[in-house]
C-alpha cells in the first residue's frame, strides 16, 4: 500500500522562473493539503483540495496555485520565484474533510538562487 | 500564523530519560495532534487527543490535554535515540466545512547514548 509520494525530490530553479511539484495520495485518500516549511521552522498551510477544489487557503499569496486532478493526486504550481520561497514543500492526505489524521510524503526541496 | 507553540524550542536528554514538551495554542479547537519529523524527512503522525479527552496513551508516549489552559503536553518515556527527531503539535481551525490542520514551530529532540 503505497503511501504519498511526491515529484521531484529536489529542485533547483532561478528567482522568476515557475515551478510545478507533484503529489500522489496515499491510497484510499481523497483530500490533499500541501505545507511550505522553512529550515527550523514548521510547516505552514498552503491550501487543501478535495473533490477537485480549492477547500481552504493559508496566508500564501497568488503566486501559489494549485490543481486536483480526478484520481485525487495534486499539482503545487509557484510562479516569479522568490528567494523566499526556498524551502521544503510537504504534500499530505487525508480521507474526507476532518484532515484526521495526516498523512505526509518526504516532501520536495525547493532551492531558488 | 501559527496556532500552536511548542516549548521548549529544544530539548536535549540522555537515553533512558523521560523527554516532556509542551504546546499552547489560541483558539478554540476540535483535536490536538502530535507529529514528529526526522531530519529533512515528511512528518509522522504520532497521537491525536479531542477536546473532550484530557489524557491518551499511545506506549511509551503520553499526551495530556488541558483545553481550560490551551495547552498540551507530549510525555516519551525511557527515551531512545532512536526518538531524535523534531516534534510539532497541531492543531484543527474548522472553517467552512472544512478542517485544516496549523502546525507550531516544533521542539527539537536529541536524545544521547
Known amino acids: 500500500d503505497a503511501g504519498v509520494t511526491q515529484s521531484p525530490t529536489h529542485l533547483i530553479k532561478t528567482r522568476g522562473q515557475q515551478v510545478t511539484l507533484r503529489c500522489s495520495p496515499k491510497s484510499g485518500h481523497d483530500t490533499v493539503s500541501w505545507y511550505q516549511q522553512a529550515l527550523g521552522q514548521g510547516p505552514q498551510f498552503i491550501f487543501q483540495?478535495?473533490?477537485?477544489?480549492?477547500?481552504q487557503r493559508g496566508n500564501f499569496p497568488d503566486r501559489f496555485s494549485g490543481h486536483q486532478f480526478p484520481n485525487y493526486s495534486s499539482e503545487l504550481n509557484v510562479n516569479a520565484l522568490l528567494l523566499g520561497d526556498s524551502a521544503l514543500y510537504l504534500c499530505a492526505s487525508s480521507l474526507g474533510r476532518n484532515n484526521s489524521p495526516l498523512h505526509f510524503g518526504n516532501g520536495t526541496r525547493l532551492t531558488v538562487t | 500564523s501559527q496556532q500552536g507553540e511548542e516549548d521548549p524550542q529544544a530539548l536535549s536528554i540522555q537515553e533512558g530519560e523521560n523527554a516532556t514538551m509542551n504546546c499552547s495554542y489560541k483558539t478554540s479547537i476540535n483535536n490536538l495532534q502530535w507529529y514528529r519529523q526526522n531530519s529533512g524527512r515528511g512528518l509522522v503522525h504520532l497521537i491525536l487527543?479531542?477536546?473532550?479527552?484530557r489524557e491518551k496513551h499511545s506506549g511509551r508516549l503520553r499526551v495530556t490535554l488541558d483545553t481550560s489552559k490551551k495547552s498540551s503536553s507530549l510525555l516519551i518515556t525511557a527515551s531512545r535515540a532512536a526518538d531524535t527527531a523534531s516534534y510539532f503539535c497541531a492543531t484543527t481551525a474548522f472553517s467552512g466545512g472544512y478542517n485544516k490542520l496549523i502546525f507550531g514551530a516544533g521542539t527539537r529532540l536529541a536524545v544521547h547514548p
Open positions: 483540495y478535495y473533490e477537485e477544489e480549492e477547500r
Open positions: 487527543i479531542r477536546s473532550n479527552e
